[in-house]
C-alpha cells in the first residue's frame, strides 16, 4: 500500500468549486455501492428512498459560531482574528480565546488591535512550536460576549470560496441539525439535509442520533508530509457523544441496522469512542483521530460525505471507507458530470 499523498490528488475545473449552495435538499448525490458498482446520481431529496426502517444516521450537532473577526491597529492598519477556543470560562473574566490572527506583526504580545471599540490584546503564543495560534483578550465579559460576536463577527467560510460573506450564509452555512456553539467550520455533508427530508425519515422509522464535534480550522490545513502521509499529526478537536445517543446507535446495532454516519466529523467521533465489536460509549475530549488507507472500521457501516479538497485528509478518510480506486473513479465521474465540490457543493452517499 502507498501512503505518498501525490497518489490522492485529482483534477478539477475551478468552475466546479461551488461558490454558494443550491440550497438544503436541493444539492445533488453520487449513490456509490459501498462495493464498487454503477455510479448513478440524485437529488438529494430522493436519498431518502436508500434508507430503511431501523437504519440510524448519525449526524454532528455542532453550531458555526461568527468567528471571523476584522479590525484595526491603532494606526489604522487592518487586522483579522479567527476565534479557535474560548478559555478562562468563568462569567465574570473578561474574555480569553485562541485565535490564528494575521498579519502576525500586529500581535505581537502585549500589541492590541480593535473591533469596533472593543479591544483586543495578545498574551502572546499559545503555547511553544505553535507559531500560528495567539491568546488573545478582549476587553468585555464572557456575558458580554456573544452579543458582541453575533453583531461583529463573521461567518468564516472556506478560502477556497472566493467572495465575501453575504447575509445568507448565516443561514446556508448552518445545518439543520445545528444546536451546540463552537465550531468555525460546518460539518457540511449535513448540509444536504432539510428538514422535510428528516421529517420523512422518521416517519419510515429510520433513527437520528447525535455527535457533537467542534470543527476547527486545521480541517482545511495541508498534509506537510506528503511522501508518507501517516507521519502527519492531526489538529485535536473537541467532541461528545452522551449516553442517549450512543444508546440509540447500539440499539440500532444490535437489532441489525446500519449506522450511517452524515460527514466526515461523525465518523471520527465515532471510531473514537467505538469498541472493536462496533458498539459505542458514551464519551466526551478531545481526539486527534487520523483516518486512512488501512484503517479498520468498527461502527460505520455507509457514509453520506461531501468532495474534499485534493490530498487533504479527508479524502483519505473517505479512501479508507471505499477505496483509493473507487474514490478517485468517483471524483473523476463528478468532474465529468458537472457537480460542484467542497463545502457548499453536492455530495457522496457510499451505501
Known sequence: MTYNLQDYDFVFPTELIAQKTAGKGKTKILRCPKNGGALQIFGSSQITDFFKAGDCIVVNNTRVIPARLLGKTKHGGKAEILLLKQLEPAADSTAVWEAWVKPGKAFENGKEIFVSNVKCKSLGFAQAGDSKTRIINFSISNLEFNSFLEKNGHVPLPPYINRSVCASDKSDYQTIF???????????????????????????????????????????????????????????????????????????????????????????????????????????????????PGFKFKAMDALLTNFHWPKSSLILLVSAFYGRENTLNAYKYAVENSLKLFSYGDGMLII
Open 178 to 292: 445545528a444546536k451546540y456553539a463552537g465550531a468555525v467550520a460546518a460539518p457540511t455533508a449535513s448540509l444536504h439535509f432539510s428538514e422535510d427530508m428528516a421529517k420523512k425519515l422518521k416517519a419510515k422509522s429510520v433513527f437520528f442520533a447525535e455527535t457533537t464535534l467542534h470543527v476547527g480550522p486545521g480541517t482545511f490545513e495541508n498534509i506537510q508530509e506528503a511522501l508518507d502521509f501517516r507521519k502527519h499529526k492531526m489538529h485535536s478537536e473537541e467532541y461528545e457523544l452522551n449516553e442517549q445517543n450512543a444508546n440509540i446507535i447500539n440499539e440500532c446495532k444490535k437489532n441489525g441496522g446500519r449506522i450511517i454516519c452524515v460527514g466526515t466529523t461523525s465518523t471520527r467521533v465515532l471510531e473514537t469512542v467505538a469498541s472493536e465489536d462496533g458498539f459505542v460509549k458514551a464519551s466526551k475530549g478531545a481526539t486527534d483521530i487520523f483516518i486512512y
